[in-house]
């Protein structure tokens, strides 16, 4: 069956509401199965036997969540082969499967998105949506008191079955 994974941070979950609006979305396609996993957990294997890939992730200090990152550090490499031997060069493993990124913010979050974008172009992936921000609202600027508005939420419910209707139809 066709797989959709997303590996997400979130300290006051905020980017939790942003994945569950999208799994509800992404379930209403039957047809692929949409996992959930901790960037604390996630292993090559789980990158490597998804059609599309979501990364998550609220903005701390300008960049992408600490584990999130940790979660690239660990990784990065160990989806590069190396195919000098055969005449060819070092290459990714994961190079043209389809991702998108959703990023939670207390006021800003191009810095998340700019850093995993960043690193994602290295392992030539392939970009299937902008990226989705949320700003949180009613708190004070950066705080994590705010709310998420609604319209984020649905447009994180709509991004779900999106990609899930996507990878569903081999479009990606
Ligand atoms: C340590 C820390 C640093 C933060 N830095 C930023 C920041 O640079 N830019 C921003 O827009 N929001 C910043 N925020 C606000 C968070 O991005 C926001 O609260 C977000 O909703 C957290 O996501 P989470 O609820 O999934 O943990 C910061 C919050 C914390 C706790």
């Known amino acids: 069956m066709k797989r959709i994974t997303i590996i997400h941070a979130s ?5 939790r509401a942003l994945v569950s609006a999208f799994c509800e979305g992404a379930h209403e396609c039957d047809d692929v199965l949409t996992l959930t996993r901790s960037a604390d957990v996630c292993t090559r ?17 300008g960049y992408m969540a600490g584990s999130l990152k940790a979660m690239f550090d660990r990784l ?14 070092v290459d990714s493993v994961l190079a043209g499967r389809a991702y998108a990124v959703m990023i939670c913010a207390g ?6 998105l700019n850093s995993i974008e960043r690193i994602v ?8 949506h902008p990226g989705l921000i949320a700003r949180r609202v009613g708190g004070e600027a950066g705080s994590s008191k705010g709310e998420l ?7 994180a419910q709509e991004l779900g079955a999106a990609v899930a209707n996507a990878v569903a139809m081999g479009a990606v």
Do not use: H, Q, V
């Open 149 to 155: 508005r609604s319209a984020d939420l649905a447009a």
């Open 45 to 61: 294997e789980d990158l490597l036997a998804s059609d599309a890939l979501i990364f998550a992730s609220p903005e701390n200090f």
């Open 76 to 89: 990065f490499y160990a989806c590069m082969a190396d195919t000098t031997a055969l005449g060819g060069g």
């Open 11 to 15: 300290a006051s979950g905020g980017t």
């Open 121 to 128: 172009t290295g392992w030539r992936m392939k970009r299937m």
């Open 107 to 112: 006021n800003d979050g191009s810095g998340a």
